[in-house]
């Protein structure tokens, strides 16, 4: 699938004028939302006056860490009882997913967060930059994210999957074949996405959120933006994504949708723009720093009318599983609450890229390299994964077994928030990737 808004390509290439105030980072913005003033930014670095640290944190913030993200705080933390919380839960979108494990009471598990490309309900505004129903051809998985959460130790990890990652499909193969990127096995639904992951990896998925535009786009608004600290001026012209000023300030949801977006991101730097050339590698880098910039406001954030404001949005964009229940969700909260965002450790699945025959109808796609692929699971896991039962193929239709890369490879679990390169075999070789340029939480 490619990025809709290609139309808009030829941005402007001249530099920033310095000193021109950022209007604020987002779509254009609703009626309600200019009536309200929303529009914000802060471009000398400095955090706003007012957003000082708060040692508590809220039940926002403890689901949000638990790795549910943003369907917890739709379900707790209302304070207004549980009858309350059993209404907002009614209203919450569940789907029928067969193939999920079940995991022993406190023990660990995994949720599958899904960033899905669907445009239904999307505003005309909204459809000028990301695309209309009929562009997006069905739907597809932006986001693939599996968050291993540890009841015991408190700990939470996530594992992303490029989009790109040629698989061998579970489930029925009648509509997309048996090898095709793993982004396109959500075409019909989770379910075979679920069974997928499974499959191949041996990662077992216990619960599965859906996210899609709006639901995103919604949600951070309610929470009142986010803070990102941009090292360059940055654009992407296929997102809408348009930052003209340097330093920590506030990205409204449209914004943060750009940012978590962009695959053609591109920053001013040394007087001409640059591109960054590690497509899906450097959309995972941006959405993980989406997600603690996200908890990081949230904890300050907090108050009765945020939380209502939150609860609508999100029952309007996001989808859970029917297993879940208020119960789980409440616990999660519970158990959590002390979780820190500098803790949420952050990898993605090793691949590579490479020239293929076999699979040369499916475009550039990127190949699971291995063994180091195994070895960022088992970490991930704390543990070996279950058998792959159909593993993904390498170029040529085989298993794959190679170790040398073209590619930036995955990240090693770092549990204090940050990633490391992959360690890899000695005869694999890498291509140093600059990340510098990439937005932080500040």
Known sequence: ?????????????????????????????????????????????KAPKGRKKKAKHTW??????????????????????????????????????????????GQPFNVLLIGSDSRVGESAADAAHLGNQSDAGGQRSDVVKIVHIVPATGQVSV??????????????TSQIGKYNRINATYNVGPDQLVQTIEANFGIPIEHVVQINFEGFRGAVDAIGGIYLNFPYPAKDAYTGLNITQTGCQHVNGGYSLAVARSRHYEYFKDGYWQYDGTSDFGRIQRQNAFLKAVINQAEKQYSPLTLNAFIGSVVQGVTIDSTFTVSDLISLAQ????????????????????????????????????PQAT????????????????PPPGP??????????TYPTGNTLNTT??????????SATTTTVETDFDPTPC
Request: hydrophobic content about 40%.
């Open 1 to 45: 699938m490619q990025d809709a808004g290609a139309a808009a390509a030829a941005a402007a290439a001249a530099p920033p004028t310095p000193g021109i105030p950022l209007p604020d980072t987002g779509l254009p913005l609703s009626r309600r939302e200019l009536k309200a003033g929303t529009r914000s930014s802060k471009a000398d670095g």
């Open 60 to 105: 926002l913030d403890r689901v949000l860490l638990a790795g549910v993200i943003v369907v917890g705080l739709a379900l707790v933390g209302v304070g207004t009882g549980y009858a309350y919380v059993q209404y907002r839960f009614s209203q919450v979108t569940k789907v029928t997913v067969k193939h999920l494990k079940k995991a022993p009471v």
């Open 159 to 172: 594992l992303s999957i490029p989009r790109d990652t040629v698989v061998t499909v579970a489930g029925d």
């Open 335 to 370: 158990q959590f609450h002390t979780f820190a965002s500098q803790s949420l450790a952050t990898a993605t699945l090793p691949t590579y890229n490479a020239s293929s025959y076999e699979f040369g109808y499916l475009g550039s796609v990127l190949y699971v390299q291995e």
């Open 375 to 390: 070895q960022v699971i088992t970490q991930f896991l704390g543990g070996p994964p279950e058998a792959a039962l159909t």
């Open 396 to 405: 040529d239709g085989v298993v794959s077994t190679t170790t040398t890369s």
């Open 417 to 426: 928030g940050g990633s490391t390169p992959a360690t890899l075999a000695p």
